[in-house]
Antibody, heavy 120, light 107 residues
Framework: EVQLVESGGGLVQPGGSLRLSCKASGFSFINYSMNWVRQAPGKGLEWVSYIASSWSIRHYADSVKGRFTVSRDNDKNSLFLEMNSLRPEDTAVYYC?????????????WGQGTTVTVSS | DIQMAQSPSSLSASVGDKITITCRASQGIGNGLEWHQHKPGKAPKRLIHGATDLQSGVPSRFSASGSGTEFSLTISSLQPEDFATYYCLQHSSYPWTFGQGTKVEVK
């Protein structure tokens, strides 16, 4: 079964840091690019970051550029999001999602999400 | 950045109703659009890719049309499990952008 499981969320003070993880199983992780997407309380979905399968390309939303860093460990089938200088507006459920290439290009599998709360 | 204007933001409907949700892109995106369903506390689920293609395993009551800047998602006969929030997503260029969402509620 194809599965993505996020972890690492929690309560952090403004200005603090947090590292999210996403463990992939049931597919060849090294062959897929990955996205992070978030949903703030009462808001819609917001794309956050993208990383290519080989790390060669990374993209970020303007709202997190310079503060968040996406990375991956293909040997451990894991995706990461290092979040620094956190702000209250970063409070959200964070999802990782697989990017499928080819005829069915797009975000085809999502994790259940991990909750990040930025508050003093 | 490409903006996605989704409408309506919410709608009330009954089981068996036919509903349509639309998305308009601020510039042409070809068929670089997909539709996702999201229920509270659950992982979002892709319904449509390539603007019109049904994701494997998704019921045929879901259909979609459009290309360029105008897109729509239709549910032909609403079922109890379809009450959820629906999002369009453009992946023609980064940053990928979602529509604001359409919450489908029980009338």
């Amino acid at each position: 079964e194809v599965q993505l499981v996020e972890s690492g969320g929690g309560l952090v003070q403004p200005g603090g840091s947090l590292r999210l993880s996403c463990k992939a199983s049931g597919f060849s992780f090294i062959n897929y690019s990955m996205n992070w997407v978030r949903q703030a309380p009462g808001k819609g979905l917001e794309w956050v970051s993208y990383i290519a399968s080989s790390w060669s390309i990374r993209h970020y939303a303007d709202s997190v550029k310079g503060r968040f860093t996406v990375s991956r460990d293909n040997d451990k089938n894991s995706l990461f999001l290092e979040m620094n200088s956190l702000r209250p507006e970063d409070t959200a459920v964070y999802y990782c999602a697989r990017v499928r290439f080819g005829a069915a290009y797009g975000m085809d599998v999502w994790g259940q999400g991990t909750t990040v709360t930025v508050s003093s | 950045d490409i903006q996605m204007a989704q409408s309506p933001s919410s709608l009330s409907a009954s089981v068996g109703d036919k509903i349509t949700i639309t998305c308009r892109a601020s510039q042409g995106i070809g068929n670089g659009l997909e539709w996702h369903q999201h229920k509270p506390g659950k992982a979002p689920k892709r319904l449509i890719h390539g603007a019109t293609d049904l994701q494997s395993g998704v019921p045929s009551r879901f259909s979609a049309s459009g290309s360029g800047t105008e897109f729509s998602l239709t549910i032909s006969s609403l079922q109890p499990e379809d009450f959820a929030t629906y999002y369009c997503l453009q992946h023609s260029s980064y940053p990928w952008t979602f529509g604001q969402g359409t919450k489908v509620e029980v009338k």
